[in-house]
């Protein structure tokens, strides 16, 4: 299977569980019949809201087995990365406990200093041995650089689930329109932390089951409205520094909770919206892969910069994404409200011109009629709008999402190296 799949071009990331294991008598609970692979102090050996066995990181046989099983998925099954489930589980001796049902360690703390020091192990072990591995930590609090280097005290993970950001992002898409004026906030606070880590944003299986709902069923409005909602919603986090992690049957806006127990509602695809949902989602992507701006200065805060982060009373959010050489550079303006502004202006950077290369609200995607579609090029005014010298008139439909490329005037882009190797 995963060969089929690096045939197609396609990356496989394996969820990894090393934080806890079932107590099933046919497992490793008890496996000689003592205590092996768990500690035999219940305090230390059980999460007790899982009603699970924690593995005894301090011993080098348990600590040797889920190292070599780490190798055995990225060196015999050659998968592309493992994602490492509950990494605050194991972080933290006093997770999901009460007081008096854990030990603190030899400092009087609550860090688990066994576990630390096996995620620097497994960390430095999968990506030194097998370059180009992705280690991805689900963790969600606020231990510090779980993305930092080893050698400075981090954990050696290369990503982290951002889920501040999740979190801010889902309740702020799920308020009504009206409402979301005063939760304006929820939109722009993990720009300040976004360099802190190297995040993934992600929406996953965790935030469309066990009654959650749908990303579709979150979005408020009428049936339409929802769509609308969606794509405004995916082309901000598209836009948003950090890699991205969709969960199947979202990008196409499957209507049921998932459930293991059946298969996506394919059959949403005969309906146009969500066809059109589809197609959108499809060619942000595509959108994605083709700027490196979007991606290349994930690390640099040089590359997000707000052009106006506090329209709070329209819901309007302007940003750009920078490219290194100054060409290629994208403007987002999205309007997160069913109210259109026909006498938009954004302020932009340079005296050039914004070519757009996606709207939201293109017929394609079930938006504007032909008539009513906006202009594809944008010469820029002088006049100050949004503490810039310069400004773009636009005009923005409901719940409309916009992204144009321009290029700095004299910037041009960086020559690619030759590989030295010569053409045969």
Request: proline share 5%; glycine share 8%.
């Amino acid at each position: 299977m995963v060969n089929y799949f690096h045939e197609k071009g396609i990356g496989v990331i394996l969820d990894w569980v090393p934080a806890h294991f079932p107590k099933d008598e046919c497992g490793l609970v008890k496996f000689d019949g003592t205590e092996l692979y768990e500690h035999k102090d219940p305090r230390q050996g059980e999460h007790p809201d899982w009603g699970t066995k924690i593995y005894n990181y301090g011993r080098p046989e348990v600590k040797n087995f889920l190292l070599a099983n780490a190798l055995f998925w990225v060196e015999f099954f050659h998968v592309d990365g493992l994602r490492v489930d509950a990494v605050a589980s194991m972080l933290y001796l006093d997770y999901g406990k009460k007081d008096g049902e854990w030990v603190a360690n030899k400092y009087g703390e609550n860090k688990n200093l066994e576990a630390i020091e096996f995620f620097k192990h497994l960390n430095t072990l999968v990506t030194g041995r097998n370059k180009g591995t992705v280690m991805i930590a689900e963790e969600s609090t606020a231990w510090p650089r779980v993305t930092g280097k080893v050698e400075e005290e981090g954990l050696g993970f290369t990503m982290k689930w951002n889920m501040g950001w999740m979190n801010d992002f889902l309740e702020y898409m799920k308020l009504d329109p009206y409402f979301r004026k005063g939760n304006h906030y929820k939109m722009t606070f993990s720009t300040s932390y976004a360099y802190s880590e190297k995040y993934v944003l992600v929406l996953s299986h965790d935030e469309v089951v066990h009654l959650k709902c749908s990303m579709w069923s979150k979005m408020p409005g009428i049936y339409e409205d929802k769509f609308h909602n969606l794509r405004a919603g995916y082309t901000y986090m598209c836009g948003h520094p950090g890699k991205k992690l969709l969960f199947m049957g979202q990008e196409f806006g499957q209507q049921r909770e998932w459930s293991e127990e059946r298969e996506i509602d394919w059959f949403l695809l005969e309906t146009p919206l969500n066809r059109q949902l589809k197609d959108y989602v499809s060619d942000l992507w595509h959108l994605y892969r083709k700027y490196p701006a979007l991606y290349a200065t994930d690390q640099d805060p040089n590359g997000f910069e707000w052009i106006n982060a506090d329209d709070a009373d329209r819901s309007i959010y302007s940003f750009m994404r920078k490219s290194q050489d100054g060409t290629k550079n994208l403007l987002f303006v999205l309007n997160m409200t069913p109210v259109a502004r026909p006498d938009y202006r954004c302020g932009v950077p340079a005296k050039t011109e914004y070519k757009l290369i996606l709207n939201s609200m293109d017929p394609k995607y079930g938006g504007l009629p032909e008539d009513e579609r906006p202009m594809k090029s944008i010469k820029a005014k002088e006049g100050e709008c949004d503490r810039r010298p310069y400004y773009i008139p636009y005009d923005l439909p409901a719940y409309g999402c916009a992204v144009f490329r321009f290029d700095y005037p004299g910037a041009k882009p960086e020559k690619k190296k030759k590989s030295g190797k010569k053409k045969k």
